[in-house]
Structures are given as C-alpha cells and as structure tokens.
C-alpha cells in the first residue's frame, strides 16, 4: 500500500502537480506513513528522475521548476507532522538569496532559489531590492551557510562587495560563504571582491553551492 | 535511425519578388530571344525533333529559331506535378508546390577528410560516405552526387556512383552525372532493375536526371541525347542553368534570369515535343561573377534574389523547380558561410522552391565537407521553423497563463509552458553554452558536426540492397566499360 503511494509521490514530482502532490502528502499523513518515507522514498525519487532527465537533455526548464513547485507544496503539507514528531529533514544546507539594493531584477535569482530548493536545500528567498543589513541580518536568523547575492546592473553590482564587508563586519565572513550571479558578474569581479562562488546560469549554481558545503 | 524526411510545407510565409507584369515581361523577352536570337542543340537528334515541328534549323550553327507558340504550346503538355520516388516509398517526395525538399550538392572535386582535415581528390568511397550520411539526416530528402568518382573511368563513372549511393541509401537520387548517351542508358536500366520493370519505374521514378545547360544560350550534345533517353524511360528530367552576370549574361538580373529561362523553357519544350507529357523540372543556380576576376561567386545578394525569383518563373511554367542554394563560395566553414547558406535557402525557401540543392559543399561546390552538410541541415532547419510563422489564437495568446503570473513573477511554472516549451527551436550547432564552459574548451558547432558524422559513419547502418540487384548493377556497368 504505502510503496504505491510513494510510486504516485514520485510521479506527482515527475508530472509537476503541486495540488496532487500536496494531496498524497494529506493522504500519507491519515495513514501515519512517516512523513521523512514519504520525502524520501516518495517525492525525491520523482526529483532525482527529473533531475537525471534534466541532465541529459530531455526534460526542461519548465518541468524542473514545476517539480520543485510540487516537492515545496509536499513539504509545506508534512511540515507540521515533521515538527509534531520532533524530526526534520536532512537538508544540503541553509541559504539565503536576493537581489541587492537598488536593483529589481527578479527571474535569475528566483532561479537559482528554485533549483536549490529542488536539489535539496533551505532557501530563504529574500525577493529583490533588499538592504544589506537585512540581508546579513536575515543570514544570522537562520544561521545560514551560503548568502546569495544578485546583481544585474553594473551600478548595483558593487553591493556584493558591501555584503561581504557586513558579514566580515558582524564576524560572520568564515562561516557564511558568499555566491555572487548575475549578466555582468564575472569570474574576475568574484575574485577581486573576495567571494566564495559563482556561476552564469542557475543549474550551475546548484553545482556551486554543493561544492562549498563539500558535497559537490 | 529515423526514416522520416522534413520537409517544408503549409507555409506561412511569402515574398512577392516579381509581380504578374514584371514575370509577363521576362517571358516575353524569353520568347524573342528565342525566336529572333536562338538556342544552340548541338544534336542530331535534338535537331531532328526541332525540325519536325516547324522550327528553324541552322545545321552548320546548330541553331534553333523557333516561335513562341510552338513553345507556349509544348510547355502545356508538361505535368506540374509528380512524385520523386525512393527506394523505401515513405519516403517519396511530391513535387506538388507544398513542399520544399533539401537535397545534397553536386558534383565536388575534393573533399575534407573526416579523420585528419586534410584537402584531397574525391573517390568513390566519399560518395558511398557522403550518402550514408545523407541517409540518416531527415533533413537530407534526395541525393545529388555530391563528389566526383576520380578512381573510376570517367565513361562508367557516373554509373559506378549511382551504384553506391543506392547501395548506401534508401532516398530518392538525382544525378547532375550521367550526360552520355551510354550512360543514360545504362543508367535507366539500372533504375529498371531496381524498381523491377519499365511500367513500375514509369510508375515511381526511382531516379532523376538533371542536365547543366551551356550558357549562354547553349545546351551540351550528351546531355540533350542523355535527357531525351531518360525522359522515354518516364524518368523526371530537368535542364539546370547557371547563368552568371557579366560573363555568361548580361550585367542585369533581369537579362540574366531571361537568358537562362529561354535555355531552361526551351529544352522543356524539347523534351516535351519528343515525349509529351514526360515529367519535367526547371533547375537553376544563377549568380553574377565577381566584376574584379570574372570568377564564380558562389555566393553574394544577386544569387539570393536569383533564389526567389526563378520559383516564380517555374510557377509561371508550372514547372516543379530544384534550385541552387547554400554551396557557399567560402574556402572553409566559417562566418561568409553562414551567411551565404542562410540567405540563400530562406529566399529559394520563401517561395517554396520544389528541391533545394547544395548541402555540403564548399568553395563554389569544389569541396564536400562532412561538418558543412550537418551545418547546412540545421541552416534548413532554422528556415523550416521560421516557414511555419506565428499562430494566433486563444490557446498560443494564453490570457490565463498571463493572468495567473500577472506582473512580475515568470512563466517557467506555467502549465502552458510545458505544454509548448518543445516547440521552441533547439540548435545542435549554435553554442549556448555559459563562457566559462567555452572558455575551458574553446569548440564550436564545426566540432560537433564533425564528431556527429563520425558517429553517424560509424554506426548508421542503411537497410541494404538485395544482392542479386547488386549483381545486376555489376553487370550493366561491366559492358558499358567493356564497349567504352
């Protein structure tokens, strides 16, 4: 019984249907499945899929992002069971993510969240034109690993260099690493303003940010 | 592998490049410098069916002066349209005017060789590679003999590569290399033998016979006597001109698509005055020779236009046309080849040119390259996805899915999205790749169509011919070169 409901959690995750797969989460909470099976015998196994099919060319864009989609409205369901039982999920590691100051632009750094999300870790997607200091500071709340900081200006870009500053400031520069994206963000600029991480698109980031956490 | 053929069809597309008065005129002018200026047919029998339908016939010239209504007249009897056919019939080509079919390009000297990218003289291994190849791409509809067979005498030649491409693919072939009297017959006999009897090849022509004209208002002895032969045979017969401005035409476009239409409609009045009613194509590959050198081009804005408007001048005829496109001027495949090839085939394509020509070749069709073919069918690809134009209506407007992203936020999540994310055009050989990822390999798509023939040469295996044809090709070609 519970094998073929994890069959149909995975392929909710396959198929991008947030609704379904909130609904079997419902389902395996009646049952007194354990909501950790059902995270990882059920829905990961449809990320992973998704994922391998990503990988070799086959599935899209679209379909990676609907699958997170899913896999978030899984969770937010098994949440309270998780907190209830006092067990929690093993994630990849915490990471905060937003768009600097001054700056608007949404799609890439939605981007990257999501597919860090989906590959298993916290996000806490701040949104765009966020202040440092609530920035840092949101980074000291969760105790967060990775910050990450998005720029597409070349006017806005030298924020990721202030955010680094404010961490080393608030004593939080070894412990926090710092990944920095966006068009005019080079490999150099990461360098010269002292930055842990970088990437040009968002599934390379993904990659990024595993190795940081040293589980790349 | 896929036996599939893309083709363009149901355009949405169109360019008006000569309006009614404008192709009225070129015929006109066309007729006069038939009658009043001539076309030479430097053969007896050419000449022969000339005078018997009242034509004006200089023997010592070999001149022909004849009226526009013997031509007019002659041309109605041509069908417009017939099937090409193919070895395997799914994947015979209408010739129907709702389609455009890519063939490969003839007749190189020289090919890049795929191991080591050195320049050498062409064999008749290249063309059994070169149609193994084409097999597996569904881009590739027919064949040309892409290069020549040098290491085999030149009076079986053209047979020998007939032969191999057969041998090494199940499409449709037209050959631009039979332009002898023995030839040609042999060459209907083998496509007899293949499709099993005279009535069946009649039926579903299996081979098409393309001849080059000799301009400026000339034709080639062997190759009118090889056309007549293949056309009694029922085989689609099609007179190719290359006439190119400042050399062999006049400096002006309009002159030069009037000289070569008055070689190209007289030769289809020719073949339709001896047979009529036999299956006949318009082919062309005009261009305008460089004003510095005289050279050909091989490419260039006269060529481009030359594309679109003699598919208006076939329609006028109603003529199926196959038309000189991509075979880039370029040494090697690079930026002017691209530019070329694009240019060239979304103009003969806009007009849905019946078969496009020119797959492959380099250097104004000298030298074959392996990578270039792969290149030229993502070229035709690209013109293929551009040929279906946008679709407007409820779904592909999709207000919900706007409505439910609103302001901000993207479509990635959109169900809509999935549902038409994989009719976004994919490249094989464009790089989208990060720069970091190029950086570190610094390749291009050449290296991947490169790579991708080796796999294709190492792996595709075409369905083969039965061994008892092969012996009969065998046999045909042995008394040919034994009378030669």
Same mark, same amino acid.
């Given at each position: 019984m519970s094998n073929e409901l994890f069959e149909k959690m995975a392929q909710s995750i396959i198929d991008g249907e947030d609704e379904i797969a909130a609904e079997l989460a419902q389902e395996a909470i009646a049952a007194g499945i354990d909501p950790l099976d059902a995270i990882n015998q059920g829905y990961i196994k449809g990320v992973n899929v998704v994922g391998e099919e990503f990988s070799c060319g086959n599935a899209f864009l679209p379909e990676l992002v609907m699958a997170g989609e899913a896999m978030k409205a899984a969770v937010e369901v098994l949440e309270p069971e998780l907190a209830r039982l006092g067990s929690k999920r093993e994630m990849l590691g915490t990471v905060v993510i937003a768009t600097v100051e001054g700056d608007i632009h949404d799609i890439g750094k939605t981007l990257v969240g999501t597919m860090m999300s989906a590959a298993g870790f916290e996000v806490y997607d701040m949104g765009v034109d966020v202040p440092i200091v609530d920035l840092v500071s949101k980074a000291r709340e969760v105790d967060a690993d990775i910050v990450g900081v998005s720029a597409l200006l070349t006017t806005t870009m030298t924020k990721q260099r202030d955010v680094i500053e404010a961490l080393d400031d608030m004593g939080l520069g070894d412990r926090v690493k710092v990944m920095v994206g966006g068009a005019p963000v080079t490999r150099s600029w990461m360098e010269e303003i002292g930055a842990d991480g970088y990437s040009e698109d968002a599934i390379g980031a993904v990659n990024v940010a595993k190795e940081l956490m040293g589980k790349g | 592998m896929s036996s599939k053929i893309?083709?363009?069809?149901?355009?949405?597309?169109?360019?008006?490049?000569?309006?009614?008065?404008?192709?009225?005129?070129?015929?006109?002018?066309?007729?006069? $410098?038939? *009658? @009043?200026?001539?076309?030479?047919?430097?053969? #007896?029998?050419?000449?022969?069916?000339? /005078? !018997?339908?009242? =034509?004006?016939?200089?023997?010592?010239?070999?001149?022909?002066?004849?009226?526009?209504?013997?031509?007019?007249?002659?041309?109605?009897?041509?069908?417009?349209?017939?099937?090409?056919?193919?070895?395997?019939?799914?994947?015979?080509?209408?010739?129907?005017?709702?389609?455009?079919?890519?063939?490969?390009?003839?007749?190189?000297?020289?090919?890049?060789?795929?191991?080591?990218?050195?320049?050498?003289?062409?064999?008749?291994?290249?063309?059994?590679?070169?149609?193994?190849?084409?097999?597996?791409?569904?881009?590739?509809?027919?064949?040309?003999?892409?290069?020549?067979?040098?290491?085999?005498?030149?009076?079986?030649?053209?047979?020998?590569?007939?032969?191999? $491409?057969? *041998? @090494?693919?199940?499409?449709?072939?037209?050959? #631009?290399?039979?332009?002898?009297?023995? /030839? !040609?017959?042999? =060459?209907?006999?083998?496509?007899?033998?293949?499709?099993?009897?005279?009535?069946?090849?009649?039926?579903?022509?299996?081979?098409?016979?393309?001849?080059?004209?000799?301009?400026?208002?000339?034709?080639?002895?062997?190759?009118?006597?090889?056309?007549?032969?293949?056309?009694?045979?029922?085989?689609?017969?099609?007179?190719?001109?290359?006439?190119?401005?400042?050399?062999?035409?006049?400096?002006?476009?309009?002159?030069?698509?009037?000289?070569?239409?008055?070689?190209?409609?007289?030769?289809?009045?020719?073949?339709?005055?001896?047979?009529?009613?036999?299956?006949?194509?318009?082919?062309?590959?005009?261009?305008?020779?460089?004003?510095?050198?005289?050279?050909?081009?091989?490419?260039?804005?006269?060529?481009?236009?030359?594309?679109?408007?003699?598919?208006?001048?076939?329609?006028?005829?109603k003529l199926p046309l196959s038309m000189g496109s991509f075979a880039t001027g370029a040494k090697w495949p690079n930026w002017q080849a691209g530019i070329e090839n694009s240019l060239s085939t979304f103009m003969a394509s806009v007009v849905m040119s019946d078969m496009l020509l020119g797959a492959g070749l380099l250097h104004g069709s000298r030298i074959f390259s392996f990578e270039q073919l792969l290149m030229d069918c993502e070229i035709f690809d690209i013109v293929h996805k551009m040929m279906q134009g946008i679709e407007v209506n409820e779904e592909t407007l999709a207000l919900d899915a706007v409505h439910a992203v609103g302001p901000g936020g993207n479509y990635l999540a959109q169900k809509h999205s999935r549902r038409h994310m994989r009719d976004i055009w994919l490249p094989k050989y464009f790089d989208r790749r990060t720069y970091e990822e190029w950086d570190q390999k610094k390749d291009d798509g050449r290296d991947w169509a490169r790579e991708k023939a080796r796999q294709v040469l190492q792996n595709h295996e075409p369905e083969p011919l039965d061994p008892k044809i092969v012996k009969e090709f065998e046999r045909i070609i042995r008394s040919v070169e034994e009378e030669a």
């Open positions: - | 893309k083709s363009i069809t149901d355009p949405k597309l169109s360019l008006d490049i000569l309006t009614k008065e404008e192709l009225d005129k070129i015929h006109e002018a066309t007729l006069q $410098i038939i *009658e @009043n200026t001539g076309v030479r047919f430097p053969s #007896e029998r050419a000449l022969a069916i000339w /005078e !018997a339908h009242g =034509a004006e016939v200089d023997h010592d010239s070999q001149v022909v002066k004849v009226t526009g209504e013997v031509i007019e007249e002659a041309l109605k009897q041509a069908p417009p349209a017939y099937p090409l056919a193919a070895r395997n019939p799914e994947q015979d080509l209408p010739l129907d005017g709702n389609h455009v079919f890519l063939g490969t390009d003839g007749c190189g000297v020289q090919v890049q060789d795929l191991e080591n990218g050195d320049i050498r003289t062409s064999k008749l291994q290249d063309v059994a590679d070169i149609a193994r190849v084409a097999d597996s791409l569904e881009e590739i509809a027919f064949h040309w003999v892409a290069v020549s067979a040098q290491d085999y005498p030149p009076e079986s030649r053209g047979l020998h590569e007939l032969k191999v $491409i057969w *041998e @090494n693919s199940t499409k449709h072939i037209q050959t #631009e290399s039979i332009y002898t009297v023995a /030839e !040609a017959k042999a =060459a209907v006999e083998m496509a007899t033998v293949l499709a099993g009897s005279r009535e069946a090849l009649r039926e579903r022509p299996l081979l098409s016979i393309m001849q080059c004209t000799a301009p400026p208002l000339g034709h080639d002895g062997g190759s009118l006597d090889a056309a007549l032969i293949s056309a009694e045979a029922g085989l689609p017969v099609g007179f190719m001109t290359m006439t190119s401005c400042l050399t062999t035409a006049p400096a002006t476009l309009a002159g030069n698509l009037a000289v070569g239409n008055a070689e190209v409609i007289s030769a289809a009045a020719l073949i339709q005055l001896a047979y009529p009613g036999a299956p006949f194509f318009y082919a062309a590959a005009q261009t305008a020779s460089d004003p510095r050198t005289g050279a050909y081009t091989g490419g260039g804005p006269e060529d481009f236009l030359f594309g679109a408007a003699t598919n208006k001048l076939a329609d006028y005829y």
